[in-house]
């Protein structure tokens, strides 16, 4: 089936420090990737998006690159803000299994102080 | 437009009552999504709604969930009866198509507690 695997929280940085938070998935067929962001007391919202291998996704300063070859949709920003701090989910949607539906990681929260 | 729409906000209520949530989707969304989110188990897919016909509901925990799509604008969740490990925030989503580049629009989520 299919899974996504984030790296574990939470990730405390201080501002205008660089952000990497790492995503690698499993599917059996050949996903869309996703980057959610769930500020506090909110529910998700897209963040960025990549639909085929090489495609970089980017919004607001975060960037995040689909890696066929090492099954990876890594976010990365390259000074984070206090207004950055949140939750972020990696996330992938593959048609090829009969489903449309999204499957997540778990999510990764991000603390950034001033 | 509004945004999915979802109600009410918070809920507390005892274990063994009946609770019933509400999501309106975003007009012209023809996919709808329950999640529920939980510290220990993330996010987890309940039930996925196409043009208001449940496509998968294998993520329904067990017999006491039920969701219904009556219509294209409305859609319920509910939990009868509850339980204090049902306590969670749960979140419906819409999708304007179905297809591999979708985007999902989230509610702001009910925080479920039971007690």
């Known amino acids: 089936g299919n899974s996504v695997t984030q790296m574990e929280g939470p990730v405390t940085l201080s501002e205008e420090a660089f952000l990497t938070i790492n995503c690698t998935y499993t599917?059996?067929?050949?996903?869309?990737l996703f980057w959610y962001v769930q500020y506090p007391g909110e529910g998700l919202q897209l963040l960025l998006k990549a639909t085929k291998a090489d495609d970089k996704g980017s919004n607001k300063g975060f960037e995040a690159t689909y890696r066929k070859e090492t099954t990876s949709f890594h976010l990365e920003k390259g000074s984070v803000q206090v207004s950055d701090s949140a939750v972020y989910f990696c996330?992938?949607?593959?048609?090829?299994?009969?489903?449309?539906?999204?499957?997540f990681g778990k999510g990764t929260k991000l603390s950034v102080i001033p | 437009d509004a945004g999915v729409i979802q109600s009410p906000r918070h809920e507390v209520t005892e274990m063994g009552q009946e609770v019933t949530l509400r999501c309106k989707p975003i007009?012209?969304?023809?996919?709808l999504f329950w999640y529920r989110q939980t510290m220990m188990r993330g996010l987890e897919l309940l039930i996925y709604?196409?043009?208001?016909?449940?496509?998968?509901d294998s993520g329904m925990p067990e017999d006491r969930f039920s969701a219904k799509m009556p219509n294209a604008s409305f859609s319920t969740l509910k939990i009868q009866p509850s339980e204090p490990r049902d306590s969670a925030v749960y979140f419906c989503a819409s999708s304007p198509r179905g297809g591999l580049d979708y985007e999902a629009f989230f509610g702001q989520g009910t925080r479920l507690t039971v007690v």
């Open positions: 007009s012209g969304h023809n996919s």
């Open positions: 996330a992938l949607s593959d048609g090829g299994a009969g489903s449309y539906q999204l499957t």
């Open positions: 599917a059996t067929g050949y996903p869309s």
């Open positions: 709604f196409n043009n208001n016909v449940p496509i998968d």
